[in-house]
C-alpha cells in the first residue's frame, strides 16, 4: 500500500517538476519569437502550466502501473503452471478483492497481461497527443495574441504620433 502512495506522490512531484520546465521553456520561446508582452504570456503559460503537469502526471503514472503489472505478472510466473495466486496476494495486498480464489494458467494470465499492457500504451499515446497538442495551441494563441497586440501598438502610434494627412482640419472656419 505505501508503495502505490510513493508512486502516486513520485509521479505528482514529476509531473509538477515537468510541467514547470515545459511551461516555462515554451513561455519563454514564444516571448521571444513573437515579441508579446509578459501578461499574454503569463496568463497563457499558467493554464499551460496546469495542463502539463495533468498530462504528465497521467503519463509518469500510467508508466508506473504499467510496471506494476509487469511486476505482478512476473509474480504469478515464478509460481509454476497453476498459479498460487497466495503468494501473489501476498505480496501485492491490494489485489486482493480482485483475484478472488481463482485457478488461472500463465497463458491466461499472459494475455491478460497484454491486454492491459495495450491498453495502457494507448493511454500514454494519447498523453503524448495532447501534450503536444497543448503546445500547438499555447504557440497558436500566442502568436494570435502577439499579432493583435502588435497591431494595436501600431494603430495608437498612428493616431497619436502628431502628423496628419489633412492638417487643415484644425483651422478656425469663417
Given at each position: 500500500?505505501?508503495?502505490?502512495?510513493?508512486?502516486?506522490?513520485?509521479?505528482?512531484?514529476?509531473?509538477?517538476?515537468?510541467?514547470?520546465?515545459?511551461?516555462?521553456?515554451?513561455?519563454?520561446?514564444?516571448?521571444?519569437?513573437?515579441?508579446?508582452?509578459?501578461?499574454?504570456?503569463?496568463?497563457?503559460?499558467?493554464?499551460?502550466?496546469?495542463?502539463m503537469t495533468f498530462q504528465f502526471t497521467?503519463?509518469?503514472?500510467?508508466?508506473?502501473?504499467?510496471k506494476y503489472v509487469e511486476n505482478v505478472?512476473?509474480?504469478?510466473?515464478?509460481?509454476?503452471?497453476?498459479?498460487?495466486?497466495?503468494?501473489?496476494?501476498?505480496?501485492?495486498?491490494?489485489?486482493?478483492?480482485?483475484?478472488?480464489?481463482?485457478?488461472?494458467?500463465?497463458?491466461?494470465?499472459?494475455?491478460?497481461?497484454?491486454?492491459?499492457?495495450?491498453?495502457?500504451?494507448?493511454?500514454?499515446?494519447?498523453?503524448?497527443?495532447?501534450?503536444?497538442?497543448?503546445?500547438?495551441?499555447?504557440?497558436?494563441?500566442?502568436?494570435?495574441?502577439?499579432?493583435?497586440?502588435?497591431?494595436?501598438?501600431?494603430?495608437?502610434?498612428?493616431?497619436?504620433?502628431?502628423?496628419?494627412?489633412?492638417?487643415?482640419?484644425?483651422?478656425?472656419?469663417?
Open positions: 500500500m505505501m508503495d502505490i502512495l510513493f508512486n502516486y506522490i513520485s509521479a505528482l512531484l514529476w509531473g509538477i517538476l515537468i510541467g514547470l520546465i515545459f511551461s516555462g521553456f515554451v513561455m519563454y520561446i514564444a516571448h521571444k519569437i513573437c515579441g508579446i508582452s509578459y501578461l499574454i504570456s503569463g496568463l497563457i503559460g499558467a493554464f499551460l502550466l496546469f495542463f497521467a503519463l509518469i503514472g500510467a508508466n508506473k502501473t504499467k505478472v512476473t509474480s504469478a510466473q515464478t509460481v509454476g503452471e497453476n498459479i498460487d495466486w497466495t503468494i501473489v496476494k501476498d505480496k501485492y495486498s491490494l489485489l486482493k478483492p480482485y483475484l478472488g480464489e481463482v485457478e488461472m494458467s500463465s497463458e491466461n494470465v499472459m494475455n491478460i497481461k497484454t491486454m492491459i499492457t495495450d491498453s495502457i500504451d494507448r493511454y500514454i499515446w494519447r498523453r503524448f497527443g495532447w501534450i503536444v497538442g497543448g503546445i500547438l495551441v499555447a504557440f497558436g494563441v500566442m502568436i494570435g495574441g502577439g499579432a493583435m497586440e502588435a497591431n494595436r501598438v501600431s494603430n495608437h502610434r498612428r493616431r497619436t504620433s502628431g502628423t496628419h494627412r489633412n492638417n487643415r482640419g484644425h483651422r478656425t472656419r469663417r
